[in-house]
């Protein structure tokens, strides 16, 4: 047997091909099946089975897709009401595919219908296992139990307790750990690790969920664990139940001058892909800033800040653009308008441009008037932790909505390292106000000099 690990960083996720050499089963794959293709490929091996974990919070899966390409099987829990055909499947069946054996194992908690699955080369000698926990077991850590529904939370986060239990007894310790999520998704809660590899053995003897004998005490640990996460997980479940079509990764036709511009003076959602500084010097007037560049943010950012099924246009070259348009289409944004080009002022000649300043901590020392606002938009967790004497919190995901509620005075804005400050100055920017971007990493505060609080 053999494990492909299929990165998704953007989205902190990982899907798997697991093969015998000859045919394949792949699990929780992302909507953006091209690159399950090319492992198998790769691999030499057909894919002939799809299996889910759940039906997905994060993601659009491509498993609808993929199945009906390739003639595959498609195995999403019995219990999950889908509108499309699937081959049903329920804790304790034992499938194969080609010289593997599949046990399904149920492991409600980050849904109530999560399944895993415990995979055997069946070898004569017993061969090796894997477990793959999708949102359940982590490194670390569990999934989250709190996208279902508020009421269900608590309820949840008690059958997650008692599911990796259940899980690791139901693979030996040597059985590798394949998890979905846990890589910087915001479906982990807890003390996640940032490990690459583990084993059922390992996290035995180093996850809280397993290491932690009262049940009560977890719970209340992971319950008081739990933060905000992106807007977007709303629509993920409702579309994979619904079953979603293939991805269009095309660039369409750029945006001429003149829609362009009037899509700007219309106040629609223009987003500029460029470096965050390059957009503080310049940018069209109304746009706002999504560096590319650091792409780990840029979908889970664009998701949770942009509202839902708005009219969205990307401007940048067209590698960036490209790249944007496969991040966007893994959670239901499909099709995004484009004006390619390396400067923006060039696409929309007669459009006004603008910018604002930006520096590191020692602008703030040296301009910092008595009457102006530090803005830190971080998570109210961060903030808690440590922050700017006097500082301001609204994390950049809620600032659309209480842009006007905000003092009429000069914004600092800031947050830990500069991205999430740049769209949120750039929002500012956008509404007409006086913003001056900190771009440093709020570490570096205290050692330069600002006075920072417990």
Not at 141 to 152: I, M, N, W
Not at 179 to 191: D, E, L, N, Q, V
Not at 237 to 245: D, T
Not at 252 to 271: H, I, P
Request: proline share 6%; glycine share 8%.
């Amino acid at each position: 047997m053999d494990v492909v690990i299929i990165e998704t960083p953007q989205l902190g996720d990982r899907s798997y091909l697991v093969h015998d050499h000859s045919v394949a089963l792949v699990i929780d794959p992302q909507r953006d099946i091209d690159r399950v293709e090319a492992a198998a490929l790769e691999a030499g091996v057909r894919i002939t089975h799809v299996a889910e974990t759940h039906l997905h919070n994060d993601y659009v899966t491509g498993g609808l897709v993929l199945t009906e390409k390739h003639g595959a099987e498609y195995w999403v829990n019995a219990s999950d009401e889908v509108s499309f055909t699937r081959v049903p499947v329920s804790d304790g069946q034992v499938l194969r595919v080609g010289r593997l054996v599949v046990t399904v194992v149920a492991t409600p908690g980050h849904t109530h219908t999560h399944l895993s699955y415990v995979v055997r080369d069946d070898t004569h000698d017993g061969g090796p296992e894997a477990v793959f926990s999708g949102g359940s077991l982590l490194y670390g850590s569990v999934g989250r139990t709190d996208l279902v529904s508020p009421h269900d939370t608590a309820a949840l986060a008690h059958d997650q307790y008692s599911s990796v239990r259940r899980l690791v007894g139901s693979a030996p310790p040597e059985a590798a750990l394949y998890p979905t999520h846990g890589f910087g998704s915001f479906c982990s809660i807890g003390p996640a690790s940032h490990q690459e590899s583990s084993t059922i053995g390992e996290q035995s003897e180093s996850n809280h969920a397993l290491t932690d004998p009262d049940e009560n005490h977890f719970v209340s640990e992971l319950l008081g664990n739990i933060t905000a996460y992106p807007a977007y997980y709303a629509h993920m479940s409702p579309l994979n139940a619904a079953g979603v079509g293939p991805a269009d990764l095309a660039v369409q036709d750029s945006v001429d001058a003149q829609e362009l511009t009037r899509r700007l003076e219309s106040g629609e959602w223009v987003v500029d892909l460029r470096h965050r500084v390059a957009f503080a010097d310049s940018h069209l007037k109304g746009s706002v800033s999504f560096e590319y560049g650091k792409g780990e943010n840029f979908t889970s950012y664009l998701g949770w800040v942009i509202p839902w099924n708005q009219s969205l246009t990307l401007l940048g070259p067209m590698e960036e653009v490209e790249k944007a348009i496969r991040d966007l289409a893994r959670i239901g944004i499909d099709s995004p308008d484009a004006a390619v080009g390396p400067q923006p002022g060039e696409l929309a000649p007669e459009s006004p441009q603008a910018s604002y300043p930006h520096g590191d901590w020692s602008f703030l020392l040296r301009d910092r008037r008595p009457e102006d606002v530090v803005l830190d938009v971080r998570r109210p967790e961060e903030f808690e932790a440590s922050h700017i004497t006097g500082a301001l919190n609204i994390p950049v995901y809620e600032l659309p909505g209480k842009i006007a509620d905000l003092p009429d005075a000069r914004m600092w804005v800031h947050c830990a390292t500069g991205y999430r400050a740049s769209v949120a100055a750039s929002l500012l920017d956008r509404a007409g106000r006086e913003v001056l971007l900190i771009n440093a990493r709020f570490k570096d505060a205290a050692g330069a000099g600002i006075e920072t609080m417990l």
